[in-house]
């Protein structure tokens, strides 16, 4: 087999000129103030009043007209820092949603604090909040329940939308893309690129950049796996090799898009709609929403159509479907197209849930691993069931275990399904050791 | 350009404390990735174990120092025993989805508000390391050694106890490569079922193998701490476990010299490109024709890229890193 380490690094240089030169999204402002937010719990008990930090409470800073600039969230000390630049006028709103249950703000109304840019006679301004325990704000357990499960399901249908490429890529090339979670970051912030750099309306900016997530995908296996593979390299270096990808890339965001976080330019700030015992804003039903048509539609294509079997055929057994006149390097293009697509869809739909950032992708993995896994390493629709299982497990497991852990069960069902039923769910009874 | 400073920190870094606690870390990995076939991406987990083993004994114990070594070794135990009891009868890539997912608990577990008592939280623990200090026979604002191996004396104690751990730990590597064990789990990562069928009891071997590996993971965690004075979880984070990778990968896998030469190689070339860029960044952004190449806030960044293009191109162009054998990287997950 001959070598061709000449074509390797030219396609390595012409994806990192892409990437590297595309137009950035960072914006250099001249001067930036600083402002630091303190938010603390007041109990009183007789005549002394204590005060505790609060932690994870979300601090969003908005202009006058209501868009948002950045958000924080208050660190264990109850702290939070935000960027600003100098010279205009800010809001700055605490999310009461983010406060622990049955928290609010010790006054009503305090939760918004105007900052004309008079107000900054330093570059640094401080500002506190401070929360207590209210009556009316205590929902009733079915309530809050409810709320989670809501919050699961959404988080669960994002998860399954992202790891349907990372399964259907293991089934169908045996490799276990570490750098998938990189995709799913490129769909948010080439989504930002169009949206907000470019300032392109969101209808538009969404469908770019799926089909651009997708090329990105089908470049993954163009320039590195398939090469890797037909050069006779095992699976366990293609597998060094994704994470070696997965540090370069998540760098390069860093590189060109800054370490904060950012919002989506399009619903950032929504009102919650009251439906029963939940609050969901309108945003976030119409995701949830198309994702579940995204996640229908990819069913019934992989159950009814022709490409869709030959898929699965592929995911089963490479050398038979090969035998049976599929031709599986087609396939194999196929399902990292989609995978990518699939991917950078669930990318953005996390942005406009949470915000667009380096890591947001990364930060995904493990919970796509362990939904594949549970759901059954090599297979769509395990990926599917899997993914929603651990996304609803991972919020409702807030209602005992603190928030800041709650990943923490998700490596519990990885580790007991790996000794129970290593297969997963949906996947093949086969010899896995 | 001052390039004789760049040179200076750069051959300073070959010895420095970052690469002594790295080729332990990449000894352990050694162990179990480079001569049994296990795919460990949670060296950072095991490194932790022996931070927290020094740091608690002040902290929540309340015990001497020297106990941190027993309280290392049982969360190694520990912690090998959780990664390991599910994933080492199953295909190899099983075990690196449930060290990647457990290192980053561990290091949220240890971060926590709720575990505070415990470790300290995000500020982590420091004050521990007094009884370490108080071995120090050098004087501590004394400098000693010529340019650009000039060290101060706390320096040179952590670096002189670094480095002989290291050499220890070749030495033991070294050792029981050529021991019967060695050769067992050699061929565990050859021919898993030829080994069963010889009546091995694979599942041992390799749990062995990634207590062992952990164990000089430890040892590597314990001296970033006692060099820093503090533990901070944050610093074994999930990317610390691939650096150490990267630059066993560097050295060559499988290779007792690979373990040692690569991450001494990886941080003479991470801290020259950092100095590197960061002087040509100094004095404001780098342009060129107007358009801005890089700012000094980008270097970081720029520092990993190249990690992980390194780790990229190593492999693919040559996975025998500097020592290795090309043959003893032809590892296949199926």
Known sequence: ?433 | MDFLSIIENTLRALVGIDAAYFALAALGLNVQFGYTGLLNFGQAAFMACGAYGLGMTAHYFGVSFWWGLVFGLIYVIVLGLIVGIPTLRLRADYLAIVTIATAEIVRLVVRSVRFKHFFGGSDGINNFSKAFRDLNPFGVGDFYGIRPFRFSGYTLWTLLVAWALVALGSLFVWALMRSPWGRVVKAIREDEDAVRSLGKNVYTYKMQSLIIGGVLGMFSGMIFALDRGSIQPDNYSRDVTFYILTALVLGGVAKVMGSIVGPMMFWGLFVFSDNFLRDLTDSGPLRIGGVTIIQSTQVGAVNYMLVGLGLILLMTLRPQGIFGNRKEMALDGR
């Not at chain 1, 570059?123 to 009556?135: D, I």
């Not at chain 1, 490409?307 to 087609?330: E, H, M, P, Y």
């Open chain 1, 1 to 433: 087999m001959k070598l061709h380490p000449g074509r390797l690094f030219a396609t390595a240089a012409a994806a990192l000129a892409i990437l590297g030169f595309a137009p950035s999204g960072i914006v250099h402002a001249d001067a930036e103030n600083e402002i630091v937010v303190r938010v603390q719990d007041q109990t009183s008990t007789g005549a002394t009043t204590s005060k505790l930090p609060v932690a994870g409470a979300v601090i969003i800073v908005t202009t006058t007209d209501g868009a948002e600039v950045t958000r924080a969230t208050t660190s264990a000390e109850g702290l939070a820092s935000l960027r600003v630049a100098a010279g205009a006028d800010y809001v700055v709103t605490l999310d009461l949603a983010s406060l622990p249950d049955g928290s609010t703000m010790i006054r009503e109304g305090t939760e918004r604090i105007e900052l004309p840019a008079s107000s900054f006679r330093t570059p640094v301004k401080a500002l506190n909040f401070f929360t207590g325990q209210s009556a009316d704000a205590a929902r009733s357990d079915f309530e809050r329940i409810a709320q989670r499960f809501i919050d699961g399901v959404r988080l669960g249908l994002i998860i399954a939308m992202c790891s349907v490429g990372l399964s259907l890529i293991f089934g169908t090339t045996g490799l276990t893309n570490f750098a998938h979670g990189e995709l799913v970051s490129f769909g948010g912030l080439v989504a930002f690129l169009f949206n907000v750099t470019m300032g392109l309306p969101f209808f538009v900016a969404f469908p770019l950049a799926v089909i651009v997530g997708g090329a990105m995908g089908w470049l993954f296996n163009w320039a590195i796996f398939a090469r890797l593979t037909k050069r006779g390299i095992g699976l366990v270096s293609q597998l060094v090799v994704s994470v070696g990808l997965s540090i370069m890339l998540r760098n390069i965001y860093l590189f060109q898009f800054g370490g904060r976080t950012r919002p989506l330019r399009s619903f950032s700030l929504q009102e919650g709609l009251v439906l029963g015992p939940v609050r969901i804003t309108p945003r976030d039903l119409t995701t949830s929403a198309l994702s579940l048509v995204i996640l229908v539609a990819v069913a019934v294509f992989l159950q009814r159509s022709r490409t869709g079997k030959a898929v699965r055929a592929v995911s089963d057994n490479v050398a038979l479907a090969s035998s049976t006149g599929i031709d599986t390097g087609r396939i194999i293009r196929l399902v990292w197209f989609v995978g990518g697509a699939l991917a950078a869809t669930g990318g953005i739909f996390r942005g406009l849930d949470e915000q667009v950032g380096f890591q947001m992708g990364s930060s995904l993995l493990f919970l796509m691993f362990a939904g594949i896994t549970l759901g059954g390493l090599g297979s769509a629709y395990g990926a599917l069931v899997g993914g929603f299982v651990v996304g609803i497990l991972v919020e409702m497991s807030t209602l005992v275990v603190p928030s800041e852990l709650k990943n923490a069960p998700a490596l519990i069902i990885l580790i007991i399904v790996l000794i129970v039923r290593p297969q997963g769910i949906l996947g093949r009874r086969q010899r896995v050791g």
